[in-house]
Structures are given as C-alpha cells and as structure tokens.
C-alpha cells in the first residue's frame, strides 16, 4: 500500500524520510579514481568491517554504465571462507542478479544509462545483502 508522504496524515513518516535521505545525501561520497571510474562511497559500516564502508564502482561510456566492487565482496567473503567456497558463492549471487562474476574476482554488469538508478539500489543491495551474513558476531 503506497502512501503520499506529502499528504497532511503521512508528514511525520515524511519528514523521517527527509532526514534519512539528509544523511545518506551528508555521508555518501563520490568520488573520481583518475581511470574513468567513479567510486561511490556509502555511509554504511557493516559490523566488523572495521570502518570500511562498502563501495560501488560506475563508469560510463557510450551510453552505458559498467558497475564493478573492485573485488571487494570477494576479498571479504575470502576471509570468512575457502576461496573456491568464496567464487562458488558470488557465481550463483551474481547470476541471481543479472551481474558477473569475472575472473579476475570482480562482480559487474552493465545497462543502459535509463537504468542506472535501479541497478546502483539492486548492486548495492547485493553487497549488503551478501556481507552481512558474514559481519555479525558470533
């Protein structure tokens, strides 16, 4: 049931929402790494990740948008388990979401610019989604 935060009755749950978009707007960072990509930075600190935030990598070219995780998700599934355990793991995520998994332990994909939006909130989910597990304490 959708509801119209912009409506007198919802304004509370409006205003809620106006100060979570606030933070991630403040704590988000974008930045250029200088080969045409572009690292976006999000405010979330998974537990244990000992303030390593979680990171998505886009570039554009030719009306498209490669996104990557610069092997992040790899690396941190590699400590928790064998790393063909690890590539076993990723393959069948990635393939659950329309993205690769590359050999050289990277997971991408890439759409159209019309699709940015979505596949930036769905590759950030997965990466959330998929460390998570891993970051709670025992």
């Known amino acids: 049931m959708e ?3 912009n409506k007198k009755e919802d304004a509370r749950g409006g205003e809620l929402m106006d100060k979570y978009f606030a933070f991630l707007r403040k704590g988000t960072r974008v930045e250029k790494t200088g080969d045409g990509w572009t ?3 999000m405010p979330f ?3 244990g990740w000992f303030n390593d935030h979680i990171s998505v990598y886009f570039k554009e070219e030719e009306g498209k948008v490669t996104f990557s995780d610069d092997g992040a998700l790899f690396h941190r599934m590699d400590l928790e388990m064998s790393p063909n355990s ?3 793991a990723l393959r069948k995520i990635a393939g659950w979401h329309r993205f690769t998994f590359s050999r050289d332990n ?3 994909t890439t ?3 019309s699709d940015f939006e979505k596949t930036m909130c769905e590759f950030f989910s997965v990466l959330w989604e998929t460390v998570a597990p891993f970051s709670l304490p025992e």
């Open 111 to 113: 759409v159209l610019i």
């Open 39 to 41: 690292e976006v930075i």
């Open 86 to 88: 690890a590539k076993a």
């Open 3 to 5: 509801k119209d935060i």
């Open 45 to 47: 600190v998974p537990a």
């Open 106 to 108: 990277t997971m991408n």
